[in-house]
């Protein structure tokens, strides 16, 4: 038989007497119920022990599961992780939660141990002292991307500012300015394209109207550029965005480079991408039409970097 195994006693009652199985308490039995419903679920969860048996510790009223070294150790590991609130599986927490509920409640006496061929580990001193076991929160980050929205304009306004579009029978609120609300408001009820800051979370997308292009020569521009991003690598993008804004400059077209300037002047924004855009406009930090929207765009990469060290 094994020597590795996991075991939790019931050791006294709350007035200090020895329990055995024939001289058990209603308190005693419930509590070796808890104990047995806690370690099926310890083995439940754990890989490689669903084909382990709990036993009757002889001479004693509790259980054990002896097991194979590595299946113990994950118990082990385990419960370590719970105790330091390192476990994010709440499925993993439940059962020993349990058991520091059980310890702590009723006055019984117990003990909880890991058998390992080197070493016994006493817990339960650690599991009654410790604060409430709980699933550590795992952070989940929104993805952020830019996406061009076309609909009929249906909505504009309220006290906190959005657009809707109707888009194939789905009505689709767009957070936004007042300025951006009047900008779009004189094409209420007719086909427009608004370029938007999509944020998913989980199942959940929110847009944030970035920018609306008027000029259908401007539009198709910066539908290149998302397409550009979209189906290119970060690398090969870099490449390929640095002669789409040569381009513009070459054409004069400042008004099109405030807007790229504007668009990407998020947190969301790849370092690189900021990066990128700024050593092509470094010789543009005066320009009267570029000046304000390149520091604002510096300052965020700046920012996201003190954020990285």
């Not at 055995?20 to 099926?40: C, G, H, K, P, W």
């Not at 097991?67 to 439940?94: M, Q, R, Y």
């Not at 259908?216 to 390929?240: C, G, M, P, R, V």
Request: hydrophobic share 35%; charged share 30%; with cysteine.
């Amino acid at each position: 038989m094994s020597t590795d195994k996991l075991e939790f006693k019931i050791t006294k009652d709350a007035k200090g007497n020895d329990i055995e199985f024939d001289n058990l308490t209603t308190d005693s039995a419930n509590s070796l119920i808890l104990i047995l419903q806690s370690m099926r679920d310890i083995l439940s969860i754990t890989p490689g022990a669903g084909n382990l048996k709990i036993q009757l510790v002889r001479g004693s009223v509790g259980v054990q599961v002896p097991g194979p070294a590595e299946v113990i150790e994950h118990f082990h590991s385990d419960f370590e992780n719970v105790l330091d609130k390192k476990e994010t599986n709440g499925e993993i927490v439940a059962p020993w939660r349990q058991l520091q509920n059980l310890f702590q409640a009723n006055g019984l006496s117990y003990e909880a141990n890991f058998h390992t061929r080197k070493q016994k580990f006493q817990v339960v001193d650690q599991i009654k002292k410790a604060k409430e076991f709980r699933a550590r929160p795992v952070k989940r980050y929104a993805r952020y991307s830019l996406e061009i929205l076309k609909g009929k304009l249906i909505e504009v306004g309220g006290k906190n500012p959005n657009v809707h579009l109707l888009h194939k029978d789905v009505k689709i609120p767009i957070r936004c300015s007042e300025k951006q609300a009047i900008l779009v408001n004189k094409y209420l009820y007719q086909e427009i394209e608004i370029l938007t800051r999509k944020k998913s979370f989980d199942d959940n997308d929110e847009y944030t109207f970035c920018e609306f292009f008027p000029i259908a020569e401007q539009l198709e521009l910066f539908k290149d550029l998302l397409t550009l991003q979209k189906n290119n690598s970060l690398d090969d993008f870099l490449f390929k965005l640095h002669f789409f804004i040569k381009d513009i400059i070459m054409k004069n077209d400042f008004n099109s480079l405030k807007k790229l300037l504007e668009i990407y002047d998020h947190d969301s924004s790849e370092v690189n991408i900021l990066k990128t855009i700024l050593v092509i406009t470094k010789s543009f930090t005066e320009h009267p039409e570029l000046k304000e929207q390149r520091a604002k765009l510096y300052h965020t990469l700046s920012g996201k970097l003190d954020a990285e060290k």
